[in-house]
């Protein structure tokens, strides 16, 4: 036994030299590299994980699961028309793998082409009737079509199938005010805070319920915009002489930074470019920009009132984790409405703003509306809304729940800002 075994680790180590030459793998080692490379795409390691599913398949094309994850973390990465090539080729060598059509419908729903989304999540249903997930995901493509009433029964079914299903309890909520029943909206975003407390779209779809049956009393309570939009100046960072020279250098390090994507489609960005978190790749201003903040929200936290009644105000994270994402709009671009659906704070600090948001207009060119939701809204309701003018050099605070977005501006100018979210780490 012990000489079988000695000859089994030779040519092992001989396979293995040979299909580390051809970048290959071999058939032994096939199943611990892709558990390996799951393992790295759960953890957020794309690019890693990226190079280990395109070892995978070069050595295996016919590998439905490796063209399964790698598919995903293409769609991750935001190649989505590569992200399709290998989920389509998966399709053809197990038509019968309900996730992989899952998956792909996903990527489509992502390109807004709900048609051919639909068609994927109805063939990921039939092939696994309680696909909750997919469901869920069925719900939004018919939404995306206007299919509002379809879209209700599809996250029902999902909710009946998963009632933890946090996902599809949220949009449920959403769907319902679009189609004009908040009664029942502000119960699915109530039944939805019963599975996560913390769940910022039913807070935000439970406040614009509240506003659309007129209960403005309990609006007021989670969309006190005079109260819980603040505005913050940071300190000049030590080593600047001047609050202008430091927001120069920041720009440039903005312009600079090798994330920086023009019109990625994965982001609610039109017309612009954005990052992904800069922490992740600091510079020395984005460092000394990362400290002068933190000094701001810890200030403006400890002044808040503590109510363990209030899921703003019952939080207040002595520790917490930032994440920093800067963009650059053009002349028409535009953050439509959204918010940030895990984080307890959220803010942007304003690098450098055009001059068209300073000239006295009814337009507010450049402002930051506050109150619009991510839908089209019925005929018969108008939001309630307020709107903030941005200043260079100012930081302004308000709840990760608030819908915000921005009021499109003209002219040859840029507008560059630095949207940040707190994560409490207690």
Known sequence: ???????????????????????????????????????????????????????????????????????????????????????????????????????????????????????????????????????????????????????????????????????????????LLANNDPNAALEAANNCLEIDPYCQNANAYKAIAFSQLQRHSEWNLLYNFDEMIHKSYIQVPKGYDSLQSFNAQLEKDVRNHTTLTWEPLERVTSGGAVTKDILLNPSKSILAFEKSLRSAIDSYRDSLAYNSEHIFYSRLPKKYRLTLIASILKADGKHPPHIHEDSWLSGVYYVRIPSAVNEMSDEREGWLEFGRPDYAVPDEFEPDVTVVKPEEGAALFFPSYFFHGTIPFTGSEERIGIAFDVYPLE
């Open 1 to 175: 036994m012990k000489g079988i075994n000695s000859v089994n680790r030779a040519e092992r180590r001989r396979l293995n030299k040979e299909s580390r030459k051809k970048n290959v793998v071999p058939p032994f080692m096939r199943e611990e590299l892709l558990s390996n490379a799951v393992q790295e795409l759960q953890q957020g390691n794309l690019e890693h994980a990226d190079k280990l599913f395109k070892k995978l398949i070069t050595s295996n094309p016919d590998d439905p699961n490796a063209l399964h994850f790698g598919g995903i973390t293409k769609y991750q990465l935001g190649s989505y028309n590569k992200a399709l090539d290998l989920l389509n080729r998966a399709t053809q060598i197990a038509p019968n793998y309900a996730e992989v059509h899952n998956s792909q419908g996903i990527v489509l729903l992502e390109q807004r082409k709900y048609e051919n989304a639909c068609q994927s999540f109805e063939r990921a249903i039939h092939l696994k009737s309680d696909y909750s997930n997919a469901y869920t995901n069925l719900g939004s493509s018919l939404k995306g079509l206007g299919k509002l009433s379809e879209a209700c029964i599809a996250y029902n079914t999902a909710i009946m199938l998963e009632p933890s299903n946090r996902e599809a309890t949220y949009k449920l909520a959403s769907t």
